[in-house]
């Protein structure tokens, strides 16, 4: 099967710009978390879908948001960004709901904000 | 609330030479607990995980992890280091909620 894979690569904004990523999980994962990694605060839980609703949510202000697609692939989006939302945006997906499942993880979208 | 502890931010060691990274978690419910390998502009890769039954757990390259709710740790070994072992390892428990939480991470560096 094909990992999962993560759209784009890499990508340079501005502030105040928005953003969207896309990650399209393993065939047949049904659950997308996304991770923010950042070397100042390691690795952050953003969200969960499951079944095109999110289950779970972190501690991130509203800029932060997401959605899931029938076909399972989501995308986060982030808007007014800022200078600290410079990251690496980490995507995993799961058979089920992730809470004793295996997540498997995406290569990530390297984001800087300028 | 859960957390994860790793001890030692960078660790470095010969090759051929034993492997130890530490990690120690707090759970107030039985933990699922993770080790994951990032090498260099990559996702993360999973080594293991122990959800419930044998102790010690056996992973991929020759990596294993212990167990020990008495010490409330999963520290991660390898008998002996290779130098494409060299990368960040990350331990993570999952918390009632299913969120991953993670460790800050330990870079390993293998010498020749």
């Known amino acids: 099967k094909a990992g999962v894979t993560q759209t784009p690569r890499y990508l340079i904004k501005t502030r105040g710009q928005q953003v969207t990523l896309s990650c399209s999980p393993i065939s047949g994962h049904r659950s997308v978390s996304w991770y923010q990694q950042t070397p100042g605060q390691g690795l952050q839980f953003l969200f969960e879908y499951f079944s095109e609703t999110q289950r779970n949510k972190g501690n991130f202000p509203g800029r932060f948001s997401g959605r899931q697609f029938s076909n399972s692939r989501s995308e986060m989006n982030v808007s007014t960004l800022e200078l600290g939302d410079s990251a690496l945006y980490l995507c995993?997906?799961?058979?089920?709901?992730?809470?004793?499942?295996?997540?498997?993880f995406g290569p990530g979208t390297r984001l800087l904000v300028l | 609330a859960q957390s994860v502890t790793q001890l030692g931010s960078h660790v470095s060691v010969s090759e051929g030479a034993l492997v130890l990274l530490r990690c120690n978690y707090s759970?107030?419910?039985?933990?699922?607990l993770f080790w994951y390998v990032q090498y260099p502009n990559q996702g993360l890769q999973l080594l293991l995980k122990y959800t419930t039954g044998a102790t010690l757990v056996k992973g991929i390259n020759g990596f294993e992890a212990e167990f020990k709710k008495s010490e409330t740790s999963f520290h991660l070994t390898k008998p002996s280091a290779h130098m494409s072992d060299a990368a960040e390892y990350f331990c993570a428990v999952v918390n009632q909620g299913g969120k991953l939480i993670f460790g800050q991470g330990t870079e390993l560096s293998v010498k020749p």
């Open positions: 759970s107030s419910v039985p933990p699922y």
């Open positions: 995993a997906s799961s058979p089920q709901l992730a809470i004793q499942e295996t997540q498997y």
